[in-house]
């Protein structure tokens, strides 16, 4: 079981990594706040001080077009936003 699904780099999550030290990532639904953290470490060598998770649901939408009704489904996940100790970061984009 992969507990870190993919880092979320959007332009909400960068301003709070350079004022708050807090990193954002998309991870596994069944994964609890020990796990998240432990992956986090073991994953970028960081120590975490805490971890503060979001679970969002699948959001249906229903669209009336000329061709009939179309139906779609964006899945649901789990956000956890994870603030690191002082004077540590991560950096996503040095493999690019």
């Known amino acids: 079981m ?4 993919k880092p979320i780099i959007t332009e909400k999550i960068t301003n709070d990594s350079e004022l708050n030290n807090r990193y954002g990532f998309v991870v596994n ?5 020990i796990q998240i953290k432990a992956a986090v470490e073991t994953t970028y060598g960081v120590s ?9 649901p699948t959001q249906r ?3 009336y077009t000329k061709k009939g009704m179309s139906e779609a489904v964006k899945g649901g ?11 540590e970061t991560i950096d996503f984009y040095n493999n690019i």
Do not use: P
């Open 61 to 63: 939408t229903t669209k």
């Open 29 to 33: 639904k069944n994964a609890n706040k």
């Open 48 to 56: 975490v001080e805490a971890v503060r998770t979001m679970n969002y």
């Open 77 to 87: 996940y789990k956000k956890a936003i994870v603030q690191l100790a002082e004077g």
């Open 2 to 5: 992969s507990i870190l699904i």
